[in-house]
């Protein structure tokens, strides 16, 4: 993860997320976070997409190093998952405490939800007043529970994400959306994500060798879609 780490350094991202399933244990992350933020340059971003955690877990995340999460109130969050709304803002309100500055996004976007919940989720991530929010859909696990209703077109997602960009006001600067895709860069997502590693809607442990995009692709896509771009850390999470 080190060597993954200064790659991705090496080819010019703004930040190094690093991304860990909910159940990971909270010292291994540390531990493992410790070593990656050794190696990389001083001013180099670091972004932790973990589970949820508490006041002291937050105070230890920025004094390693970390300047910001990625958290979010999921759609469907309590409903299709066991997890309250409640437990989400919480984690969101201890990061802040800590110095944190927090990203969220509407997600993970399926057929299923209606423009009401859309709306909803849309307005709370406005509310948290985070530094970036977004949309991104859902890549569902074959054979679970919500793989029968599909996956919302590519099409559809830059309608959903054009809505939030103008419901997010002009304080909030980052539009992020996930998978990258011109359409959702034309439709004003400022903010992509390249991945390597492992990834839950990959089917092989190395995602870069298919769906995940490197910093190359994920640059070229903003091109694309006439965006300029930041060379240097992210200013979104080095302002507040």
Same mark, same amino acid.
């Given at each position: 993860?080190?060597?993954?780490?200064?790659?991705?350094?090496?080819?010019?991202?703004n930040?190094?997320?690093?991304?860990?399933?909910?159940?990971y244990?909270?010292?291994?992350?540390?531990?493992?976070s410790?070593?990656?933020?050794?190696?990389?340059?001083?001013?180099?971003?670091?972004?932790?997409?973990?589970?949820?955690?508490?006041?002291?877990?937050?105070? /230890?995340?920025k004094?390693?190093?970390?300047? @910001?999460?990625?958290h979010?109130?999921?759609?469907?969050e309590?409903?299709?998952?066991?997890?309250?709304?409640? $437990?989400?803002l919480?984690?969101?309100?201890?990061?802040?405490?800590?110095?944190?500055?927090v990203?969220?996004?509407?997600?993970?976007?399926?057929?299923?939800?209606?423009?009401?919940?859309?709306?909803?989720?849309?307005?709370?991530?406005?509310?948290?007043?985070?530094?970036?929010?977004g949309?991104?859909?859902?890549?569902?696990?074959?054979h679970?529970?919500?793989?029968?209703?599909? &996956?919302?077109?590519?099409? $559809?997602? +830059?309608?959903?994400?054009?809505?939030?960009?103008?419901?997010?006001?002009?304080?909030?600067q980052?539009?992020?959306?996930? /998978?990258?895709?011109?359409? @959702?860069?034309? +439709?004003?997502?400022?903010?992509?994500?390249?991945? &390597?590693?492992?990834?839950?809607?990959?089917?092989?442990?190395?995602? /870069?060798?298919?769906?995940?995009?490197?910093?190359?692709?994920?640059?070229?896509?903003?091109?694309?879609?006439?965006?300029?771009?930041?060379?240097?850390?992210?200013?979104?999470? =080095? =302002?507040?």
């Open positions: 993860m080190v060597f993954q780490a200064r790659q991705y350094e090496a080819e010019k991202a930040a190094i997320y690093l991304m860990a399933t909910a159940n244990p909270f010292d291994k992350f540390i531990e493992t410790k070593e990656i933020r050794r190696a990389l340059k001083r001013d180099t971003v670091l972004v932790a997409n973990i589970g949820d955690f508490t006041l002291a877990q937050a105070q /230890e995340l004094k390693i190093g970390f300047s @910001g999460i990625y979010a109130v999921r759609l469907g309590s409903r299709d998952t066991s997890i309250p709304i409640e $437990k989400r919480e984690t969101m309100t201890y990061a802040k405490e800590a110095g944190l500055l990203g969220t996004c509407v997600e993970p976007v399926g057929t299923e939800h209606s423009v009401d919940e859309l709306v909803e989720k849309t307005l709370m991530t406005r509310d948290i007043k985070p530094v970036y929010s949309a991104a859909r859902r890549i569902p696990i074959p679970t529970t919500l793989a029968h209703n599909g &996956v919302v077109t590519e099409a $559809k997602m +830059a309608l959903i994400l054009a809505v939030v960009r103008l419901a997010l006001g002009e304080e909030i980052g539009n992020c959306t996930h /998978e990258p895709n011109t359409l @959702g860069a034309f +439709a004003g997502a400022n903010l992509f994500w390249a991945e &390597v590693g492992s990834n839950p809607r990959d089917t092989i442990k190395q995602t /870069e060798k298919k769906r995940g995009m490197n910093v190359k692709d994920c640059i070229s896509i903003l091109y694309e879609a006439e965006w300029m771009v930041l060379e240097g850390p992210s200013q979104l999470y =080095t =302002t507040k």
